[in-house]
């Protein structure tokens, strides 16, 4: 299905988490969007903001210390910074999926796994006790875990890492929601089942047309699993657009050092790591955040803040460059 308006437009995002040290303003300002259908990665390094982002959306972050203080996350026509409790609730079972990093602290060790991939559909489908079976059945099979109906019978421990993260992306898909957010699903699988999942992932969500947002620090996963990025920095989005064109022509130059620091098959030419520390989010430099770290730094850099500005074709960076 398409629509004229994204299934989730965030806008102007600003979480912060009070901590003895100080205010650590994770997340000043940000905005994207996801079409229906669309598939929307958000990348950075740890302490980025990106995960906060993602939490944000969810309004899953953590009172009392952490506190989305302005911004808009309009879902499906609703801004969800608005809802009840209750009703947010509904959103993140039905219309919502999400898929963590850790799997095993996900799931409930004391239930069976039929138990929790079957609580959405009871709750938010109303579907009786033999479709809610026949469906899970069909569910464990598409995401490969078999016999499908004597693995429903499990216990989460009795299965592998990458099992139970097929485990979760069968309960994010269960009530077949408008988008699933991942945020670093595959990191702690090793690299065959990491591949598995991620193929899992991109057929899953080609058949039912789900949208997707994928928060991640690998460049080569978006690559792989999106249509568009945004490539976010000290709790900012600073370069956004295609995949293709940011890949092969990034602008901001965090996101080319990005590049430069992952290893091509093939090529002679050194890795470079990108100089310098993430900022302490506590206290943040003035003008561009990247200006410590950048090679390009001018004068101004260290006293103006770049927008994120329209390069042309949607491609857009904020970077006094340009
Ligand atoms: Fe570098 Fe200046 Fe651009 Fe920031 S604004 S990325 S410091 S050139």
Redesign the pocket.
């Known amino acids: 299905m398409s629509d004229e308006k994204p299934v989730l437009d965030v806008k102007d995002l600003v979480t912060h988490f009070q901590t003895p040290e100080g205010t650590v303003q994770a997340v000043r300002g940000v905005s994207f969007d996801v079409g229906y259908g669309d598939s929307v990665g958000i990348i950075g390094e740890s302490g980025s903001g990106k995960t906060i982002t993602a939490l944000s959306v969810l309004r899953l972050v953590p009172p009392p210390y952490g506190k989305t203080l302005a911004g808009q996350v309009n879902f499906k026509g609703e801004d969800l910074l608005k809802v009840t409790d209750k009703h947010m609730r509904e959103i993140r079972g039905r219309d919502i999926g999400m898929i963590f990093q850790d799997p095993t602290s996900s799931l409930n060790p004391v239930l069976a796994l039929n138990t929790q991939l079957g609580e959405g559909m009871r709750e938010h489908m109303h579907h009786s006790s033999q479709e809610v079976g026949r469906r899970m059945v069909n569910l464990f099979d598409k995401v490969g875990i078999k016999p499908a109906s004597e693995r429903l019978h499990n216990f989460p421990h009795q299965l592998s890492g990458g099992m139970k993260q097929r485990v979760m992306i069968a309960i994010s898909i269960a009530c077949e929601p408008a988008l699933v957010i991942a945020d670093e699903p595959t990191t702690n699988l090793d690299v065959t089942i990491q591949a598995q999942i991620l193929r899992l992932m991109k057929g899953l969500k080609d058949e039912f047309n789900t949208s997707l947002l994928y928060i991640t620090h690998n460049l080569g996963i978006v690559a792989q699993m999106c249509k568009r990025v945004n490539v976010m920095y000290a709790g900012k989005v ?1 370069e956004s657009g295609d995949v293709r064109t940011v890949l092969k022509n990034p602008k ?3 996101t080319m050092g990005l590049l430069k620091s992952i290893p091509k098959l093939g090529s002679k030419e050194p890795l470079v790591s990108i100089p310098g520390m993430p900022p302490n989010m506590i206290a943040i430099p003035s ?2 955040p ?2 410590p770290r ?1 090679p ?3 004068e ?2 260290r006293t103006d803040v ?1 927008e994120l500005r329209d390069v042309g074709d949607g491609h857009a960076v ?4 340009y």
């Open positions: 600073v901001h130059p965090y003008g561009c990247f200006n950048c390009y730094v001018m101004r850099c770049p904020s970077c006094w460059l």
